[in-house]
């Protein structure tokens, strides 16, 4: 008999951001968002950032028990901010940026929602879904400058602004804990090295599989929706799956630290 692991999520509904266990027990919606289309805690694990939606979205953050309040207030120029990030050490929140002259590129901010930066790249039109390194030094994102239609994943070095390519086609890219493994969504769900060495599917071939994963706290388990519609629990060194029949209504997970 597979054993659940213990660990609580948020994820998006249609009703906004739900907070349950792995178990389906507390469940509990996030008071005052009413939609939300990417979602991610903190480290600390008592705060979640969201993006309001799909289209024209903007960032906002939430203690889970009060109303949220808009992310950035500085004059970015931007049109819309999509699919926030925690770098594991809190400094900073990734996330794509749509400008007047972008479709969308890599820009990161502080927590408290100061020193909103462009990082890059310097050339592309579709460089988005960023996810950052524990450091905030890495950022994997994905880009169709390599391989249009597809978007391939790459690795960029923020200080240098340095990319590298690691896979031809991705969504969804996040960081393992420890960063030995960067997880992405292609159809199905897989795992690389940082060097671009190592790619493996960790779920069945012809099982497509939605955008939005996240990793364990431990590493141990990846959880993303399965094509069923169901969330389903992945673990990474054998690949069994667990699916989650109760979590029906529910989509782009993030794991509570």
């Known amino acids: 008999m597979s054993v659940i692991p213990q660990g609580t999520i948020a994820a998006t509904s249609p009703t906004g951001i739900v907070i349950v266990d792995l178990d389906g027990s507390n469940r509990r919606n996030v008071p005052g968002v009413a939609a939300a289309a990417w979602v991610d805690w903190n480290p600390a694990g008592d705060t979640l950032v969201f993006a309001s939606g799909d289209g024209e979205s903007w960032l906002y953050v939430t203690n ?23 770098s594991r050490d809190g ?10 002259t972008r479709y969308q590129a890599v820009w990161r901010v502080r927590p408290n929602g100061s020193s909103p930066e462009f990082i890059g790249p310097v050339s592309g039109d579709n460089d988005g879904e960023v996810a950052p390194s524990s450091d905030g030094a890495r950022a994997a994102y994905v880009t169709n400058s390599c391989c249009y239609p597809d978007l391939g994943l790459f690795l960029m070095y923020v200080t240098t602004g340095v990319a590298d390519s690691l896979a031809p086609g991705a969504f969804s890219p996040r960081w393992s804990p420890g960063d030995s493994l960067i997880g992405f969504i292609f159809r199905g769900v897989f795992v690389v090295r940082p060097d671009g ?9 012809g099982a497509n599989y939605y955008q939005g994963l996240d990793w364990s706290p431990t590493g141990e388990w990846m959880i993303a929706r399965g094509p069923s519609g169901h969330l389903e629990l992945i673990r990474v060194a054998d690949r069994l799956a667990i699916t989650l029949p109760y979590f029906t209504d529910l989509d782009r997970p993030a794991w509570r630290p």
């Open 64 to 86: 889970t028990t009060g109303p949220p309040r808009r992310l950035i207030t500085d004059s970015t120029g931007l049109l819309s901010e999509y699919r926030p990030q925690y």
């Open 197 to 205: 060495q190592g790619v493996r599917q960790i779920t069945p071939l």
């Open 91 to 100: 400094q900073w929140i990734y996330f794509s940026g749509h400008s007047y």
